[in-house]
């Protein structure tokens, strides 16, 4: 008997697991066309070996009857290269459906010379959320942003630049370039978004921390102090700048880890990360 019971809970929690586990969704960006090209976007066929992304977004919806939930809009990292979709993309896709929170995966293409390709992309992908609200039963008041390294330039140049329609409501970011001055930015991510002989001006106009107003959204930021890749300084820029401004922001500097830790479970300080990530997203009301 005890034998048959405990095969049935082993059935019904397998069932259970089963139930909060729903296929997320793939949808392009640009159905009508593209707005704007990096050249091979329109001349090679999409493949992640070229480097040439396909824009689209993938949605994870949460299995349950609930509204007016929280959604986030994940944009990975890579140097505005490559994309890093597992651990600072898709890993957090199935991370957040199962809090409750819709999630969506940006693919977006890389700028090859062209600063506003990735930031329309993105700001598509922010376009697209708030148009499908009902439908995916999201609270547009509460759909905020998240962006790692070079993702998390794009992200806070979202929360930054863009008007109220497509600006986040709160962003979370990883160890993100923010800064475009030579002196602390990844110049990698800078050669690529606005090229190495980008004049003062443009340099200034996507230092985040130097475009932050009190309507920036609010913000968490999460990084390792012994980040050699993108220096900490980017962070600590723009976490005095939204001080600065009146704008509510955290940010949490881990004793180790590098960069690119992302969702990944293999980073020391994942479990207090992740505490301290949805504590403050339930300050987010």
Not at 4 to 11: D, G
Request: charged content about 20%; some cysteine.
């Amino acid at each position: 008997m005890k034998k048959i019971l405990l095969s049935l809970i082993m059935v019904l929690s397998a069932m259970g697991a089963m139930a909060q586990f729903v296929k997320p969704i793939d949808i392009d960006l640009w159905q009508n066309g593209l707005p704007n090209s990096n050249g091979i976007d329109k001349t090679q066929p999409y493949s992640d070996e070229t480097r040439n992304f396909k824009p689209s977004i993938r949605v994870y919806l949460p299995h349950d009857n609930e509204t007016n939930r929280k959604a986030v809009l994940v944009i990975p990292g890579g140097g505005y290269r490559v994309l890093s979709l597992g651990q600072e993309g898709y890993d957090w896709g199935t991370h957040f459906m199962s809090k409750g929170i819709v999630t969506i995966v940006l693919r977006y293409r890389m700028p090859n010379g062209v600063t506003e390709v990735p930031l329309s992309d993105a700001t598509e992908a922010m376009r697209l959320i708030r148009e499908h609200a009902a439908e995916w039963k999201i609270d547009p008041n509460k759909v905020g942003i998240l962006g790692s390294s070079a993702g998390g330039h794009i992200a806070s140049t979202i929360a930054t630049h863009n008007p109220p329609e497509t600006r986040p409501n709160f962003q979370i970011l990883f160890y993100p370039v923010i800064s475009m001055d030579k002196s602390i930015t990844h110049m990698d991510s800078h050669n690529c978004l606005i090229g190495e002989n980008a004049s003062p001006e443009l340099e200034k106009l996507y230092s985040n921390h130097l475009q932050v107003t009190k309507d920036t959204p609010p913000a968490i930021i999460m990084l390792a102090d012994d980040d050699f890749l993108v220096s900490p300084l980017n962070s600590a820029e723009y976490y005095m700048a939204l001080r600065k401004a009146g704008v509510k922001a955290s940010m949490h500097v881990y004793p180790s880890g590098g960069h690119g830790f992302g969702c990944g479970a293999y980073f020391k300080y994942h479990h207090e990360m992740m505490q301290e990530l949805y504590s403050w997203l339930e300050t987010i009301k």
